[in-house]
């Protein structure tokens, strides 16, 4: 191609050069990486305005034009909106709370655990849930974890869930499906848990139990996780695990319970509403939800059988001098676990510094005042083991326990001196519940722990406190302080106290000692010097 240019006041005819074709690629690459850039370059800026700014500023470079025209009416229009909460609408959210897990395996039958069976269960109900558009909080996460009461407890008021719903099964004698619910329990509490149960009821169950208030142990007292939870709730026992009736259904109608537990609290969020608008009056009940330690706990354990087949020899509890590599004894963490079976601590098994204070008392010598007095100064919480004498002898002294957060734990009727295992298994239960009657009658209070006298048991008295909803609480570490007449050096006693702090100690004193009561105070400042801390008992209950 020619064309004509201008040089030098001289024209000429030139003919203009072709581009070749690597020139071209070149160029188109360049102008397409400079687009490219430019692209990315604007939707990073309104990401980024929009994750920071929830795009406000792309709408007022967008909106210019008319902000200029309606200057006045504009900024006052683009303040409300900014000043303006984005409120998103309520989703009914559930608390489903699958039963024991880790090392708690709840009740079993011929190699069939509960675990294993509400974990199953609780994935179903928690996927036909959320297909329905319902938010799930779950208390664990997995099979293998051990998830304290306190801790399902926290996890689901945390939650602001609307409901809790707890997942059981049974075993005993006995079949079929029944709902549990607080013994003083709301209008709302009650609709849910009749929901609850009525649906279970229509899905299929080899005999309706009915709905049941307060525990086995009696309609006053509550169990832990809906007693506790601030939202309405319940627990569902669905089924006895020894049952092959109940069995059968539980694995085949698990799509069905899971469709009718969600139905049920569906039914009830659109009786309600979101529990958040509810007055205080609608969700409270009759009476005040305690913390577990100024009313007591119950229990759910699972039940042993044949308890009169089990090993009736008489042993006698010492935790020995052997230590292992941080300074526990070796004989409590070995029966720890032969016996853990039995809910039975001989110490608490945790590589954390952490001290359980307990106190035995047989009878009152002038000390727990002063030691009472000691522990609320330093902020300490022990539990104290009260026989039924020293209850009815100095029923203000067990007020104050209760009163001041302390446990009260159960150290039977009599204390016999041969030892629980030496009774019938008739007068063995007598000695538990006798005294937890007359706690119960008279201060309103669950005793849920035992410390058996003399520290004599058998596999057969594990079972029975066991199966009357205790927790039989050893010791790893005693010495000789419990005779008045022979008291031990105060120095001394104080340096192997010290000496033989070691992780999840259970420390047994006796409260009838002035040695104990003088160096109490030096022992809880010296323990946390050296990083231990006093630890609540109920934290180590699932």
């Not at 013994?183 to 169950?205: C, F, Y």
């Not at 016996?339 to 039975?344: I, Q, T």
């Not at 008295?461 to 005779?483: E, I, K, M």
């Not at 409260?511 to 109490?520: C, D, G, P, R, Y």
Request: net charge negative.
């Amino acid at each position: 191609m020619k064309y004509i240019r201008e040089k030098d006041g001289k024209r000429e005819i030139v003919e203009k050069k072709k581009h070749t074709r690597v020139w071209m690629i070149q160029a188109v690459l360049k102008w397409t990486v400079c687009l490219s850039v430019l692209c990315v370059t604007v939707l990073l800026c309104v990401f980024i305005d929009k994750k920071l700014n929830n795009g406000k500023i792309v709408d007022k470079i967008a909106n210019a034009a008319s902000d200029v025209i309606n200057n006045d009416e504009g900024e006052e229009k683009a303040t409300e909106t900014e000043n303006k909460p984005i409120e998103a609408p309520h989703s009914l959210t559930v608390c489903l709370d699958p039963g024991h897990g880790g090392t708690d395996p709840g009740c079993d039958s011929d190699g069939r655990v509960e675990k294993d069976d509400i974990w199953a269960l609780a994935q179903v109900v928690k996927a036909e849930m959320e297909a329905q558009g319902i938010k799930v909080v779950m208390t664990r996460e997995d099979n293998d974890t051990k998830v304290f009461l306190k801790e399902r407890v926290a996890i689901a008021n945390d939650s602001d869930a609307d409901y809790f719903i707890s997942l059981h099964r049974n075993k005993g004698d006995g079949y079929g499906n029944e709902t549990w619910m607080t013994a003083n329990a709301s209008q709302i509490t009650q609709d849910l848990t009749n929901n609850v149960h009525n649906a279970m009821v229509e899905a299929g169950v080899s005999r309706d139990r009915g709905i049941k208030t307060g525990t086995e142990t009696g309609e006053d007292s509550d169990y832990y996780v809906i007693g506790n939870t601030k939202m309405p709730a319940c627990l569902l026992e669905i089924g006895f695990i020894n049952n092959a009736e109940d069995n059968n259904l539980f694995d085949t109608k698990k799509e069905d319970y899971a469709k009718a537990i969600a139905k049920a609290v569906q039914d009830t969020y659109a009786a309600y509403g979101p529990t958040s608008e509810l007055s205080t009056e609608e969700l409270e009940s009759t009476e005040e939800v305690g913390d577990g330690l100024y009313t007591g706990m119950v229990l759910n354990n699972p039940v042993i059988d044949n308890v009169s087949s089990l090993d009736s020899e008489i042993l006698e509890w010492g935790q020995g001098n052997n230590v292992d590599e941080l300074n526990r004894p070796v004989g409590s963490t070995s029966y720890q676990e032969k016996y853990k079976d039995f809910s039975a601590d001989f110490i608490i098994p945790t590589t954390e510094k952490k001290i359980y204070l307990t106190m035995d008392e047989g009878y009152e010598y002038g000390c727990t005042p002063s030691i009472l007095s000691t522990l609320k100064e330093k902020n300490v919480k022990a539990v104290f083991f009260v026989t039924m004498s020293y209850v009815k002898d100095d029923p203000e002294l067990v007020r104050q326990m209760i009163d001041e957060g302390h446990i009260v734990g159960n150290h039977s009727v009599t204390h016999p001196a041969a030892g629980i295992p030496s009774l019938s298994l008739e007068d063995q239960q007598q000695e538990v519940m006798g005294n937890h009657q007359y706690v119960k009658e008279n201060f309103n209070y669950d005793m849920f722990l035992f410390r058996f006298p003399a520290g004599k048991f058998s596999e057969q008295s594990l079972a029975v406190l066991n199966n009357c909803g205790y927790r039989s609480v050893f010791w790893s570490f005693a010495y000789q302080d419990y005779d008045v007449e022979n008291q031990p050096d105060e120095a001394e006693s104080l340096q192997k106290m010290l000496d033989k702090l070691h992780p999840g100690a259970i420390y047994l004193l006796h409260a009838e000692s002035w040695t104990n009561t003088n160096v109490l105070g030096q022992f809880i400042d010296k323990a946390r010097e050296l990083g231990y801390e006093f630890a609540l008992y109920t934290d180590t209950l699932q």
